[in-house]
Nanobody, 121 residues
Framework: QVQLVESGGGLVQAGGSLRLSCAASGSFYRINDMSWYRQAPGKQRELVASIVSDGSSDYADSVKGRFTISRDNAKNTVYLQMNGLKPEDTAVYYC???????????????WGKGTLVTVSS
């Protein structure tokens, strides 16, 4: 049983900052990639940022230079530092983790329930 729990969402003014956290709990062998997705009203869910176990990261073009993804493997937690927020960043942000539950099992995708980020203009 694996659970991902996001936190840190809320209401912020344009130009402000938020830091999202996602902690994995339960029994598993290893967490592989961890990612943040977002879905704005009426739009497709999109990949915002991803990070592999060694710390290498990638970002959507729309957030490059403003968002930073990081992880603390000892805490099984991934973070998304969001600076210079814009109204178009408003969305539900979802944590995703590829987790190998057992040593000989391929990684499976797990999702958090999402945390709402609202950026006012």
């Amino acid at each position: 049983q694996v659970q991902l729990v996001e936190s840190g969402g809320g209401l912020v003014q344009a130009g402000g900052s938020l830091r999202l956290s996602c902690a994995a709990s339960g029994s598993f062998y290893r967490i592989n990639d961890m990612s943040w997705y977002r879905q704005a009203p009426g739009k497709q869910r999109e990949l915002v940022a991803s990070i592999v176990s060694d710390g290498s990261s990638d970002y959507a073009d729309s957030v490059k230079g403003r968002f930073t993804i990081s992880r603390d493997n000892a805490k099984n937690t991934v973070y998304l530092q969001m600076n210079g927020l814009k109204p178009e960043d408003t969305a539900v942000y979802y944590c995703n983790a590829q987790i190998r539950v057992r040593i000989h099992t391929a990684g499976l995708d797990y999702w958090g329930k999402g945390t709402l980020v609202t950026v006012s203009s």
